[in-house]
């Protein structure tokens, strides 16, 4: 489509970041035939700090990119175990019209790879090794015009009328244009390690509600988040935590000493212990609730993490990432075809499209999270809520996004009446 002029390459559309945001949205781009160049710092394969499991509301995003799931590098899982207040309780993924009934758990390290090469084949161009190092902007009209980033070869500069953030957390190019973080959403911290353990091909996701922080022996404190055990098939499996920052304790956890301490109250036949550690612990934040806004401005969607599209309810990224990617796709469609005040008004129209996608559930997620927050709250649902099943049934529904948006059944229309009652965020 558009042409390119050296030194500037130029597209119809730059995406900064390769993670599941980023060629998610160069595939849909790419396919319909744009000229899209997707700018990546690092080289693949690479690692990324993530608990690598996918509810099948992420697996339902792979289908809608034609993945094929069937082969044995998808470790599947048929539902989530949760253990807390002295029980355990198997909660089968939901039969639904709207998502498949199976998760998923893969590496980043191969996820992150086999979607890029998909980018690449839709025929989007992708630069690795590429460190945008902020916006160029029009000083007239305050547009985003391109990208100037660190490559190789020195400093480049890459320019198209519009521009996709899928960096990540760190969300460079958002601040580049002034976009900040919001403080009035939650905010979560996760770590995660690998370890070698018999757990490796269980097929239930695993959390563990109750975590408590037993730095100091006498006053043990049950942490607002949960730990969690990915089984990855061959030998290994990913154990974490994440916490949220509605508690007292955030920011003045460690969460890497919190990590030790709950694995070290594990049955030592899970093996996970630290001479079984295949990797270092490695941690990062979590942009929740949508934490950074407005997600269009100027030329610039945000999606993924650089949109803080993360869920407040289970701090489940992935699968937000890709639908985030699939409805701004939309929107730049959309506003390819047109011009002037009706392109924009596509373009504007993504911030519209997610608010009506996700802005009542995460309103309802905020005030979960603040609710957990709260030390009583957490100490009543774990040891009142769980041994209720069918309570349960609902809390897994809402707490993984898995709701049919119509017809269902009654643990789906309890969800939709609160959605409806809940004002956006
Ligand atoms: C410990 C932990 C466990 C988690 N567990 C899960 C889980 O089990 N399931 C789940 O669904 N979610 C999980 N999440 C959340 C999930 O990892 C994120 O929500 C998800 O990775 C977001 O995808 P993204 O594409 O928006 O960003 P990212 O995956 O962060 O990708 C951003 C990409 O942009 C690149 N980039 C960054 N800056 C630049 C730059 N300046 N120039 C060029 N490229 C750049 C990065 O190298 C990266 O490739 C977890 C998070 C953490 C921290």
Not at 78 to 102: M, N
């Amino acid at each position: 489509m558009s042409g390119h002029s050296d030194p500037v390459e130029s597209a119809d559309v730059i995406i900064v970041g390769a993670g599941p945001a980023g060629s998610s949205a160069a595939v849909h781009l790419a396919r319909a035939g744009m000229d899209v160049l997707l700018l990546e710092k690092s080289t693949f394969p690479r690692d990324k700090v993530c608990g690598d499991g996918l509810t099948p509301r992420g697996v339902k995003q792979l289908h809608v990119l034609g993945i094929d799931t069937s082969s044995d590098d998808w470790i599947k899982n048929k539902g989530l175990r949760v253990v807390g207040g002295g029980v355990t309780l198997e909660l089968p993924w939901p039969t639904l019209a709207d998502f498949p009934d199976f998760g998923v758990v893969r590496p980043r390290r191969d996820f992150d790879d086999m979607l890029a090469t998909l980018a690449v084949k839709a025929g989007a161009q992708l630069r690795l090794a590429t460190n945008v190092t902020g916006p160029v902007i029009d000083e007239k009209t305050g547009r985003i015009t391109g990208v100037e980033a660190k490559t190789e070869n020195g400093v480049r500069r890459f320019a198209a009328p519009l521009v996709i953030a899928a960096d990540g957390v760190s969300a460079r190019v958002a601040l580049g244009m002034g976009v900040g973080k919001r403080d009035d959403r939650p905010l979560g911290v996760a770590v995660r390690r690998y370890y070698t353990s018999p757990r490796a091909d269980d097929d239930h996701l695993e959390s563990h509600l109750e975590l408590w922080d037993r730095t100091d022996p006498d006053k043990a404190k049950l942490l607002p988040g949960y730990g969690w055990i990915f089984g990855l098939g061959g030998g290994q499996v990913n154990v974490g935590l994440g916490m949220l920052n509605s508690s007292k304790a955030f920011g003045r956890t460690n969460y890497r000493q919190l990590l030790r301490t709950w694995l070290d109250g594990t049955p030592e036949e899970w093996g996970l212990r630290e001479e079984n550690a295949s990797s270092e612990i490695g941690g990062a934040g979590l942009p929740m609730g949508f934490n950074r806004t407005p997600h269009y401005d100027r030329g610039l969607l945000l999606i993924g993490d650089a949109g803080g599209v993360v869920n407040p309810f289970n701090g489940e990224g992935i699968a937000y990432a890709m639908e985030s990617a699939a409805i701004a796709a939309e929107s730049v469609l959309q506003a390819h075809g047109r011009t002037g005040a009706a392109r924009e008004a596509a373009l504007h129209g993504y911030v519209d499209a997610m608010g009506r996608h996700l802005g009542s559930y995460y309103r309802l997620g905020g005030i979960f999270s603040t609710l957990i927050g709260n030390p009583r709250v957490m100490r009543a649902a774990t040891s009142l809520g769980l041994p209720r099943k069918r309570l349960m049934y609902l809390v897994l529904k809402l707490l993984a996004g898995l709701y049919d948006e119509s017809g269902g059944d009654w643990a789906d229309k309890v969800i939709r009446t609160l959605n409806r009652a809940a004002p956006r965020v």
